[in-house]
């Protein structure tokens, strides 16, 4: 039968498509390669390394264009000037349309590039020697070299690109060689330590880490990269047992040797696990001073991986570079997602929109097409792109502000009540009032309530019904709303606590309670019923959807550069800061906000005792009593801001 099965699709791959008389009127596919010819180069930089370089050139040589360009250490293929790749380096196919030299070049140190690679290279204000290089040298080098050699431009270069080249193209316009006149970082990281990829409140983001350094290994450069990413038996596809069962991060990182080699990758995340001078130098957004270029930021509310990055890159260009043509760009999607995805939905949270699409369409290309193209080349004037272009979740509307946080905001607090309330009116009790809950580290509460190996994107807007019945989460909601409350910019959790350990973890989660009706609504969207008896499918009346959530690991309380033990019993006031929002919670539904003490496997477990944690014992890993305090001396709450209606 399956036999039978492939020979039918393979004679009607063979037959081709039907002609119908509706496609004799459609204009053809676009093919790139009728439209652009690949030439590759080994470019050399200051220090006399060669960086392989990918250029594609528009065959119609009757006007001229500017470079767009990418770096990157995941790899400029297919190698090889027969191999056509193009799609890969523009965000669309409108850019391969307007007509760009489109280049793509590997980082010193990885796949075609000589040189040592160093992960988040640290910025060297001062160049002595052609000793000195850093990402801004190599791109200034690079972009020299392709205006003296490559004919048919008009002297202007774009940068772009997302996640880690997010980072390459944030760190590429210090100091940067004047032809560069736009540049896009999108999700940049920029402090792995302060709320990017590795560390959260001085809490290891375990889940994500191990599994991308499962694959991104160092190379000896150059050499091709692997054709596929590097498997790894975990033996289960339950990722809440795998971790459990490997007890403390040195196991982990032995069961990584094991199955591939070490990677020192790994082990550099695990052995700088406060913020000592090897995450400081590495920081990009203390040197984003006097760019040049007109920087567009582009992040997603809902990235995993990267949301601290766009927001610290927009507002230290902001304050250091203030004359700096300087906008942001945050939309509701997951990593990337804004590239190659419609954005309709995440989950199951709708946005009734293509909101990846508008973006492409009405922001990024004409912010590309105005500072590149001379005047005489523009096709059309564009609409001048505001400061900040954000989409308000909740309302699914795209918002434009003169700057982020917008001004029009009102600073309050979201304060915890008796009975698991949650109020703006500050507390009554003149008498010490507090609740409790005992956190055992063996026993962690999960990040999702199914099963996963991997960080599913779904998770920044997942269901948090699961967590709410448990007794190790204490749960806040508010009476049902009788007006929309937006809130926009960041959100700070004040909290007085105390634990009975000597290190505690302390997990703050903004979620938005949707109206009990909505179930009804559910079921009608539901696929048709079979004769068997169906899986449930969670539905949407009360669902509990995660707004933003962050932890703060206690020993950090007073700064992340020196970890202090926590006294038991000794109540302190506690700073958790969750990332910045832009949600409004409509009429109808509650706020609430959930506090835990563990977060597993997203963040490594804390044993709940002051000693190192990679390297923690199993009797270390001991249950506490914490304590959140709500009267008059101590009122934990909520700091947030508040969109004044107009």
């Known amino acids: 039968m399956q036999l039978l099965r492939v020979s039918f699709l393979l004679l009607m791959a063979l037959a081709g498509p039907a002609v119908h008389a509706d496609d004799k009127d459609k204009p053809p596919a676009y093919e790139p390669r009728e439209h652009y010819t690949k030439y590759e180069y080994r470019v050399p930089v200051r220090d006399g390394k060669k960086l392989f370089t990918a250029v594609y050139v528009p065959k119609d040589q009757s006007r001229r264009y500017p ?112 032809a560069i006149k736009a540049a896009s970082p999108q999700a940049p990281i920029g402090d792995l330590f302060k709320g990017d990829d590795s560390y959260h409140g001085g809490a290891f983001m375990l889940a994500a880490n191990f599994g991308f350094y499962t694959g991104f290994k160092p190379q000896q450069a150059p050499v091709p990269p692997p054709k596929n990413w590097p498997q790894f038996d975990w033996g289960t596809l339950d990722g809440y047992e795998f971790f459990l069962q490997h007890g403390n991060l040195d196991a982990l990182a032995a069961r990584m040797a094991k199955e591939g080699g070490p990677n020192p990758y790994f082990d550099t995340q695990l052995a700088h696990d406060r913020y000592d001078e090897f995450w400081q130098s590495r920081a990009i957004t203390p040197h984003l ?111 434009r502000y003169d700057a982020w946080p917008p001004k029009e905001t009102q600073a309050r607090t979201l304060y915890f009540a008796p009975g698991g309330r949650l109020s703006f009116t500050p507390p009554a009790a003149a008498v010490p009032a507090f609740d409790s809950w005992v956190s055992d580290p063996n026993k962690p509460v999960p990040f999702v309530g199914y099963t996963t190996l991997d960080v599913p994107q779904e998770y920044m807007v997942s269901d948090q019904r699961f967590a709410a019945t448990r007794p190790d989460v204490l749960t806040f909601r508010s009476d049902v709303l009788d007006d929309d409350i937006t809130v926009a910019g960041p959100v700070v959790a004040r909290l007085f606590a105390s634990t009975s350990g000597t290190d505690a973890d302390w997990v703050v989660k903004l979620i938005d309670v949707y109206p009990p009706e909505l179930e009804d609504e559910a079921a009608t969207k539901r696929k048709p019923r079979t004769e068997d008896v169906e899986p449930p499918e969670a539905p949407l009346g009360g669902y509990q959807q995660l707004v933003r959530g962050d932890p703060l690991r206690g020993r950090f309380r007073k700064g992340f550069e020196a970890p202090q033990a926590m006294v038991p019993g000794q109540v302190e006031e506690l700073r958790v800061e969750l990332q910045d929002i832009n949600h409004s919670f409509r009429r109808g539904h509650r706020i609430m906000v959930q506090v835990q003490s563990s977060w597993f496997p997203l963040i490594d477990r804390n044993p709940q005792t002051f000693v190192p944690i990679r390297s923690a014992r199993p009797e270390d890993f001991q249950a506490a009593t914490q304590k959140l305090y709500r009267w008059q001396g101590q009122a934990s709450g909520l700091d947030v801001k508040v969109v004044v209606p107009r």
Request: hydrophobic share 40%.
């Open 67 to 178: 470079f767009l360009m990418v770096r990157t250490p995941y790899g400029c293929g297919p190698y090889g000037v027969d191999r056509d790749g193009v799609r890969h380096l523009a965000p669309n196919e409108d850019f391969l349309k307007a007509g760009y030299i489109f280049v793509c070049q590997d980082v010193r140190g990885r796949n075609w590039s000589e040189g040592a690679f160093i992960e988040m290279t640290p910025h060297k204000p001062v160049k002595k020697t052609a000793a000195d290089v850093d990402e801004s040298s190599d791109t200034h080098d690079s972009v020299q070299w392709l205006l003296d050699r490559i004919p048919g431009h008009n002297g202007r270069v774009g940068l772009w690109g997302i996640s880690y080249p997010g980072f390459y193209t944030a760190a590429s316009i210090i100091d940067s060689h004047p």
């Open 289 to 399: 001073k006097n760019i040049r270029a007109a920087v567009l930021t582009v992040g997603g509310w809902f990235d995993a991986e990267d949301l601290a990055g766009p927001l610290a890159v927009y507002r230290a260009i902001s304050k250091q570079s203030p004359a700096t043509d300087n906008h942001l760009v945050m939309g509701p999607w997951v990593h990337g997602g804004w590239v190659r995805k419609p954005g309709r939905q995440l989950g199951s949270v709708q946005f009734q929109q293509a909101t990846a699409e508008q973006f492409q369409k009405d922001v990024l290309l004409p912010f590309f097409e105005q500072h590149l193209r001379e005047p005489a080349d523009l096709k059309a004037p564009s609409s001048p792109i505001a400061t900040a272009t954000v989409f308000e979740t909740g309302t699914n509307v795209w918002r």
